[in-house]
């Protein structure tokens, strides 16, 4: 039997090789080089696994803590729509009736009295509907219940000032991966109506084993600057580059002047 340690200058020692002949015999020293080399070898052959099995679980660490701080995130935001539906849209609602009826027992004597009435009636159901959109906005039920896909195709429904078209297929995706990619087109979309002076847009979902790709482009005026990369943009920019980081993936803007803006989300497939 001959005994060599299982060392490497990365790993130090991970262990000792021990290796029996069948027959006695006289280990030279050309035996003993070429076992410790063999041991070396083993050693930092351990030492990668060791790595990757740390790398792995720092992995799994990161993608329990993005799929908690979305969860947390949708949270908050389911939160926040309930307190808008239970509280300020039901006031509003009651604020409604009260107006109704105010002007019913006001009747025709006071002309003015009844156009302040009726223009603080309207008012009260413009706002409504802003507390109606933003509950839609903050906690949009059609993406639990038809997917990624269908949920863009019906964000893209909800935007009156722009026309906006729609194409791909649903994709396989984690929860906290196909909310994320909603926000960032809900955003993307939400800076063409503001700030874009668009006509149309496309929003394009692709998937394939490389990974998920999520593309909306706009014919609006774009902006000075040619490719802006993660966090080099406005608070929405930061936003959606912060949102795709969150779940492993990486956000390019295209702009130019007069051309328009492309806005891209590449999320890679994880290995299962």
Known sequence: MASVPMESRPAGLVGVLNVHTRQRRVFTDRDTRLLGSIGSLVAGALHQARLHRRLAAREQAAERFAEQVIAAQEAERRRLAGDIHDGITQRLVSLAFHLDAAAGALGSGDSFAAAELARAAELTELTLD???????????????????????????????????????????????????????????????????????????????????????????????????????????????????????????????????????????????
Request: charged share 20%; net charge negative; hydrophobic share 40%.
């Open 130 to 272: 802003e507390a109606h959109a933003a509950i839609w906005g903050l906690r949009p039920p059609v993406l639990e219940d038809l997917g990624l896909a269908d949920a863009l195709a019906s964000l893209g429904r909800s935007i009156a000032q722009v026309q906006v078209r729609v194409s791909g297929t649903d994709c396989e995706l984690p929860e906290h991966v196909t909310i994320a990619l909603y926000r960032i087109a809900q955003e993307a979309l939400q800076n063409v109506v503001k700030h874009a002076q668009a006509a149309t847009a496309h929003v394009e979902l692709r998937c394939d084993e490389a990974g998920t790709k999520l593309r909306i482009t706009d014919d609006g005026q774009g902006f000075d600057g040619g490719v802006r990369q993660d966090g080099e943009a406005s608070y929405g920019m930061r936003s959606m580059a912060e949102r795709a980081e969150l779940v492993g993936g990486h956000l390019e803007v295209i702009s130019r002047p007069g051309v328009g803006t492309s806005v891209t989300v590449t999320v890679p497939t994880r290995p299962a």
